[in-house]
């Protein structure tokens, strides 16, 4: 063999460690957050130039943009690295999360730039979700702001337990070390307030890029990391309580019939061969046969692989079950106490349902109340009815069917949920569980033996609801009356639900606000349902605005037991016909929250039957309900 393949085989070699050894090389996740214009953009354009991660044709494009759109005097603006919206060069402030990654010799990193201003927290709140340290911008100008609480508060709340105070800007004022060490007394107060667990302070510039990288000549009173040195050095394993070996189980895997695994990630704990799991919410119990993936079959996983289990038994388990450690199960409930933060333009209301998203599962969910709302500037906890845009609260959910869950404390994955909108499908709220609200784990379903098959049996029908909805004014306490009568004329057992009857009793605590209309829904559907079991015909007569609350009545029963009733009237007949005078006084402003006129109406996408009381009179749609009930 010759010197020169002995030297094209060194350096093959060569190149096969290096890349072995970043591959290995571990990865940090942290986002930059903080007050507009605290220079989050400009530190990680800055890291990302300095690191020597940009291409020549990026540096290229970064100089003519900064000569185009920098705030800088025609020198390079990093910022624009990162803040990639043209509306965003445009007002010179981030306003969606950027993400970059970037490496150097010692680890891989993931970055999210956040936005500032207050009316992107949800921007921030979703960098922050997946992220294992958090850097704070402080401009040192100005010190802790506003921007600077609300976004250590939700720091604290996601559970990021690492912060880096980055001071920036100290050039700005002459580098002065009582400035740093007042800021950086008065966070670390802030802090501890909040429980955050480990803070590192740093004075910098990120534009000049003291600190940044390396140490600093202009401030030899700081004797500690420079920022870089910090991130790739900060230990973020968590040495929290042991809660044992957990995995959401992601898909079923059935390449063939003689093989059966559940593939996922470990969440938490470590498994082997031969490890007792079980597996919730079902309890069924077994034993880990065998760890498989793509590389062959493993002797131990850890949290963080993505592993296929199969198990000793043939158990019935699903996408969204989790394989958890026999001795150490995480707890099982359908009632919690949590932490929301609202995300959605339109706000959070108790009594309306929502998808929730835990993991790999999916199940229905109401806020049941609001214990309160959180100003997350002070912590101070307020009075509230609804959560608004970024608003934080402590809320109680009921969901439809029980999972396993830990608190987030604890277990990020089993720990964290999103809610998401049932008919937009948007997603319009993080949250975090706190703890089960135990009593629900002691209600049960009493077992009947008479049920309501044999008692509308007994009355020769078949038990239904039939819900009219439509304006005030549009009819439908009128053709309801009729069809009652009807019903009663033929032998029928029937009850008709009227919304200002049940005013006078039930909901007589209740008003017309939003929230007091999902409730006011909310009951007189648990009503009806009771009634239909009782084997009855139940008329329901109310104006239900919202299709949410519609679509929560309608689940609560069987397939083919609600019959929606579009009672259709214009609003200029309706407003016409003003038997109460309240459109009169609606107009005037003496009624607020009035339907039609300063609160909506959301119209049925798929009414069962719908009615037009324009074209026909009242006696003749009251015929259509009564075939439709009965033919």
Not at 151 to 175: C, E, P, Q, T
Not at 226 to 231: D, G, I, N, V, W
Not at 549 to 570: K, M, Q, S, W, Y
Request: proline content about 3%.
């Amino acid at each position: 063999m010759g010197v020169h393949d002995t030297g094209t085989q060194d350096a093959a070699a060569a190149v096969a460690a290096y890349l072995e050894q970043h591959e290995k090389k571990g990865l940090l996740r942290f986002i930059t957050c903080g007050s507009v214009d605290d220079g989050k953009s400009t530190l990680i354009g800055r890291l990302l130039h300095d690191t020597r991660r940009l291409f020549d044709d990026q540096l290229a494009a970064l100089e003519s943009d900064s000569r185009r759109h920098g705030t800088q005097n025609g020198e390079i603006d990093f910022a624009l690295l990162v803040d990639g919206l043209s509306a965003e060069r445009e007002q010179g402030i981030t306003i969606d999360v950027a993400y970059r990654f970037f490496s150097t010799e010692r680890r891989k990193f993931i970055v999210a730039d956040c936005p500032g201003h207050e009316q992107y927290t949800r921007n921030m709140a979703t960098g922050a979700s997946t992220a294992d340290v958090a850097v704070v911008l402080v401009d040192a100008r100005k010190g802790l702001l506003t921007q600077t609480h609300r976004h250590s508060y939700i720091v604290s709340l996601l559970g990021i337990r690492h912060v880096l105070l980055a001071v920036n800007k100290m050039d700005l004022v002459d580098y002065d070390q009582g400035v740093f060490e007042a800021i950086v007394e008065g966070y670390r107060a802030l802090a501890a307030d909040l429980g955050i667990e480990h803070v590192h302070a740093v004075p910098l510039s990120a534009l000049k890029g003291d600190n940044l990288i390396g140490r600093s000549a202009a401030m030899p009173w700081y004797e500690g990391p420079s920022a870089l040195e910090y991130l790739e050095t900060v230990d973020v394993a968590r040495t929290g309580r042991d809660i044992g070996f957990r995995m959401p189980v992601q898909w079923v895997s059935r390449p063939h019939q003689d093989f059966r695994g559940f593939a996922g990630t470990v969440c938490a704990g470590e498994v082997r061969p031969g490890d007792a799991v079980v597996v919730l919410p079902s309890g069924r119990r077994s034993q880990v046969a065998r760890i498989v993936t793509s590389d062959g079959d493993l002797d131990r996983a850890v949290a963080g692989q993505a592993v296929t289990l199969t198990l000793d038994d043939e158990l019935d388990i699903s996408r969204g079950d989790v394989i958890a450690s026999a001795g150490q199960p995480p707890e099982v409930s359908d009632q919690f106490a949590a932490h929301v933060l609202w995300m959605g333009e339109q706000a959070l209301l108790p009594g309306r349902p929502y998808w929730l998203k835990i993991g790999t599962r999916q199940v229905s969910a109401t806020v049941t109340e609001i214990k309160h709302k959180v100003d997350v500037n002070t912590r101070d906890e307020l009075a509230a009815k609804h959560l608004g845009l970024n608003e934080v609260g402590l809320c109680n959910l009921h969901l439809d069917r029980p999972i396993p869950f830990e608190a987030y404390a604890d277990n990020r994955t089993l720990g964290g949920f999103i809610l998401i909108d049932r008919i937009s499908n948007a997603t319009v709220a993080a949250g975090t569980f706190d703890f089960a609200l135990r009593r629900a784990a002691n209600i049960h379903w009493q077992h009947v033996d008479v049920d309501k098959t044999a008692r509308a049996a007994s009355k020769g029908q078949v038990a239904r609801c039939v819900w009219f909805t439509g304006l005030s004014g549009s009819g439908k306490s009128t053709i309801a009356n009729l069809v009652d009568k009807r019903l009663h004329a033929l032998g029928h057992h029937a009850f008709v639900l009227d919304g200002d009857n049940v005013r006078h009793g039930l909901n007589k605590d209740l008003g017309f606000t939003d929230e007091d209309r999902v409730e006011n829904i909310r009951r007189v559907a648990e009503v009806s349902r009771l009634m239909t079991d009782a084997g009855l015909i139940v008329l329901v007569s109310f104006i239900s605005p919202f299709r949410a609350e519609r679509r929560l009545a309608r689940e609560l029963f069987e397939e083919g037991e609600f019959i929606e009733v579009h009672v259709d009237t214009p609003l200029e007949v309706a407003e016409q016909r003003d038997v109460k005078g309240l459109y009169a006084k609606a107009r005037a402003g003496k009624i607020p929250n009035f339907t039609g006129i300063d609160s909506p109406y959301e119209a049925p996408e798929a009414a069962e039957l719908t009615l037009d009381t324009v074209a026909e009179d009242a006696e003749a749609l009251a015929q259509r309900v009564i075939d439709r009930l009965l033919g």
